[in-house]
């Protein structure tokens, strides 16, 4: 399920990083974002060492961001992964489009 939603990045959570068994390098982190239009919060993440590096979020920055909401089983239990899958950082009147990213097929963090 894809969603847009719009607010000031209020926590920019320690990056994690590695080398997967196929020896590519990977980088994730995990941002807390307060929505404008409510006092929700929102926590997602940002997978990619380029994505990271193109969408170069910040706490305090505004931002509209299309995410992908996703749960899956593993191991009789269910994780959600909530992605973000391109960022534009908001600055008054003007935007600026800072990337795009593509949706890895398996999470990092568990051992498949």
């Given at each position: 399920?894809?969603v847009t ?8 959570l320690?990056r ?6 196929a ?6 982190q ?5 929505e404008?239009?409510?006092?929700d919060?929102?926590?997602f993440n940002v ?8 969408y170069d979020?910040k ?23 909530i ?5 534009t950082?908001i600055?008054g009147?003007?935007?600026?489009t ?6 890895p097929?398996?999470?990092?963090n568990?051992?498949?």
């Amino acid at each position: 399920m894809k969603v847009t939603v719009k607010g000031t990045i209020t926590v920019a959570l320690e990056r994690k990083s590695g080398t997967s068994a196929a020896g590519k390098d990977w980088a994730s982190q995990d941002f807390v974002m307060k929505e404008a239009d409510s006092n929700d919060s929102i926590k997602f993440n940002v997978f990619g060492i380029e994505n990271l590096a193109n969408y170069d979020l910040k706490v305090n920055d505004d931002i509209e961001a299309t995410v992908v909401v996703n749960s899956r089983e593993y191991q009789g239990k269910f994780y959600t992964d909530i992605r973000a899958i391109s960022c534009t950082k908001i600055s008054g009147d003007n935007t600026a489009t800072i990337g795009n990213s593509v949706i890895p097929e398996t999470n990092p963090n568990i051992g498949e």
